[in-house]
């Protein structure tokens, strides 16, 4: 699993020399959340974001071809995530799944918000009683229709 | 399972007399998204709200007390959800799930998102190519402390 | 689980009268497909529809009002199919989902087909050697992009 | 398992060296549905098209030998797959596969559509609204016999 | 789940009243193996045959209906079966399934037996050391072929 | 694991050179049967049969020592086989397990079919309307017994 | 499923009238761990033991049948077991399982430990440290033959 | 995984040279049982048992430190074991695990048998209709206690 | 499981007439945690123990009878528990559970904590920065012995 | 997963030359609870904590680093404990996780005890009937709020 490497070798290089996953996205000049999952193998880049990536983490141009070929994506080990912070997130889902089915289908109707078109936001809330982790996610609605 | 009849009458009434999640919010004086889940099994509620709650969907005594118990959360009847708007979500985590923790590792440091001190607004965003879901989160963050 | 027991009047009525999907599909002026799914509990349908959906298995206004609900979707009892017939169905996305996906890539780069906004159309097929069944599906590409 | 490796092997080649599926499946002369198929191990070729694989993606004698073995198939590595596009084909199964079974009893009588006297066709379907995937199947029904 | 109903009704009569399947077998004039696998709900029968069973084990007319259509097969309720002799079966397959595999690909190449186009007959072998249980099982070789 | 390395050998050995199963099985002396399953780690032979098999596939002597120990058994690497030839036989216990049930206790009474006092037969049984694949077993029937 | 029926009966007429498998055991004349393993569903019983059964919990003769007809074994409702009576055995076969297995092959070759041809006795060892509970197998030991 | 490797260690040992755990067992001066349990990595031992276990099978200083550490413990692969003899003490469970607990409750109230304060002895048992494996298992009953 | 209904029944009155678990408890003369368990279906009471928890949720003299027999314990409807509330437990231990391992072995060598012969105790700690959750638990100590 | 070799490291060197979690604790200023789940890959460390224990366990620089980033946590093989010192606690959440529940929400009302705001003392307490193990939790309580 060739992809898996490079993910490997971008992860060790953020570990060992203190880089930021920001400061990549700065560099090729897209959001930190698209381009952090780019780098987590969860997308696939240009050949020139595979080259700023590749500079900034020093990757060979075999990594750079990995980059831009399309993944397999999934990134936990298991269906129930056991990291804590990544559970959170599946119990929102446990929880408030139904919720989100709910008022969607109350607001549009019959169909579901595409994880594909989709882009997202994730910034710190400043907050006297502690500060708050702020997400906003936008998925395009997209219709069932009769046929 | 007394709630989760409560929560079936609750369902059939909606169905059945074209109610809207956003009155009975607007009833009870807080959220369409908290009110949601409360009515869908996974909050309790004050006797205050029950009241209203009950009245709304027309409820007995009985089960306005069930909705004041707190519940045995988790609305979801497989691990992986079938039905396709709540899988979109659980896909967001499958590929998006590392992301979020590096992000919040990144500004944060160790600790998660709260999934309890938590606040979701889900509202329409127009847009010309297909109006969009735009979903705003809001959960504490947490530091993993030394002892 | 109300819609559930609609279904089961649905298929019921059908054993029982000896009744035909192309026959209900021709009253609603839909495809064959799309109104067999939505019978079968796997989407919802307009008043109207709803109408000459209970005419046709005689059903009743109670039951009309669960077929224009957004129903929970997923038809199957278990993760892997043990009916003969959908297993093959299983069968065919193990041994050529990775051809699927190497495939759309190759001609439409990093995406999916829609399961939403999708169609199929399933015919017999004449064959001297045996007749076939022929099923043609059609689903929007959708690109993910870059934010 | 080196009948894995020599997949590995073919992907590597094909992402290093920007190689496309429809190139090798001219030069073997079948579809490329059978030939990516094949590739990813999931047939077995017979020496010629060994010969003609191996020469295309710069393979040794002895990978050769190993896609003329029948191989053991099946190419996901979860049963439910993480991965969006084929999880897209999951849940038409989840959402269509009893429709599908309705639909071909109804047409053929008890009994399934072969996945082995099978084949596919997949191609871009042009459309003002977005081009879309379009995908013909076609497989010799099998009817149930007394015994 | 009104088939599965069916199948009990013919068990406990088969229960209460000592009935055998093989002289059900014998009244439809087929295979015990068949028939007692239509009995229990994985074969669908002809409007005769159904009214032999009927009145074999004291049917109503709504239950021949059910025997005559397309029951959703398979009959264990756990993946492994806990049922020591249905167990031995599954224990075959997994110590033998490769052997199984590699000495039919050995005779006829790429491709499976059919387990739709198959029959099988079940006896007793008189043996000195203790009567063995012998089964014969034939299935329509099914070659892959190219496309 | 030392055992699962001398499978792997025999198999490589088997594509590279293009050996037969029944060729092994006719010098060892015994079934094509029982020969193929202990070559791929399910049997243990003693250290004639060994010599004989080592000598066939080039096998080390330390290799030798592996096939005489009694290896843990089981040969599938998932619970529902994902390739299409052995799931067939999966299916059949999940179509026909209560039928085989049904029908040995008819015969038998309370017991089972040994999987250890077994053996069986595979060959081809030709056929105008395309060759079929006949697998004869027989396993010696074990009554329950009070105590 | 009438036999589970059964089950219940007797265990809620032992509980409400404080029974003793060791009384209904003497009266059937057989130990009592047949005797409990046939009540609680696992064993099929004759006419006569029938007979004493139903008349020590004043069972219907309805349910005399189900006791003579050969249940569906398998008493547990989950694959570990929650009990922690009989999750200590489950644990057991964890830890000694692989030594069970090296015991038995070097005392007696390829083979098994027959759960068929089995019986087993519990009682109570006095122990001035604590009582302590002792179990006495003895399966017949089954070996593998080559064919 | 070292004491992984040191368990494999031993079966290579044991394998290649014919060793008998009854021979190791008889050095160290403990019951067969214990000894395998504790050489197949289920048990920690003394520096001195780790002497005489390291000279039987020629193991390094560095592998007795692993013997003497306490291990992860639980030595089976899958939940339901494949291999057949395994499998039998899993039916056992599955079987008889509901006797086991009535006869242990009846006998010594509410409580369980200890799996760690345990011990067994396994032999041969004589038999003109075949030999027997015999298992005597004493484990001490632990009451539960109100608090 | 009528076991179950008794649980179900002192809940039911427990939310319907806002009873308390300290109320019951201190009637029984035992600890809230133990009375609580005993309640919800985890241990056996005796007869005085039955009365006073029958009277104080006005249970019938059948129910009592449930009450002091030996349930099948185990109250988790699922493996990773859903509700928020106790999945934190097992959350405790996914992260923490391999520390429990290595300070209990390196305080008390090999053994484990008795779940039987234990205790519990749980308190609110007034806390400054928001009160906490106390829970002290006491387990005997059970060494592994050789044999 | 270089973070897991660093854990193999520690795990390797304190069986080795026979270290102790107290004394590294000792070193490093804080309790053995938090520096042994830090050892164990489930928290992350500072960079003057991670020179301690580099020195501590004689690691590497690199090392060092992946003692500071912020591991995946969750540090077990299997959902439910195969080990059976961690199982106990498993059996303690399966048997008395209601309990928790209930008493939790009785003082509190809804929320939960945080797993992240937490810290725990594990010590000996001596008993003349046999030491016990003593656990000592303290997690803050986190309610849910309406929004």
Chains 1, 2, 3, 4, 5, 6, 7, 8, 9, 10 share one sequence.
């Not at 804590?84 to 889902?93: C, D, G, S």
Request: charged share 25%; aromatic share 10%.
């Amino acid at each position: 699993m060739s992809r898996l490497e490079v993910t490997e070798k971008i992860i060790t290089a953020k570990v060992m020399r203190g880089l930021k996953w920001a400061d990549v996205a700065a560099r090729v000049g897209l959001s930190k959340e698209w381009v952090t999952a780019a780098c987590l193998g969860q997308m696939s880049v240009t050949a020139a974001q595979a080259g700023v990536i590749a500079e900034f983490f020093d990757l060979s141009e075999t990594d750079q071809r990995w980059l831009m070929a399309v993944p397999y994506k999934g990134a936990l080990p298991t269906v129930v995530p056991t990291d804590p912070l990544i559970y959170r997130f599946h119990e929102l889902i446990s929880v408030y799944g139904t919720t989100f089915k709910e008022l969607i289908h109350e607001e549009f109707g019959d169909g579901i918000m595409s994880a594909i078109d989709f882009k997202m936001d994730l910034k710190r809330e400043p907050d006297a009683a502690g500060d708050r982790v702020n997400i906003q996610m936008s998925g395009k609605f997209l219709p069932y229709k009769t046929f």
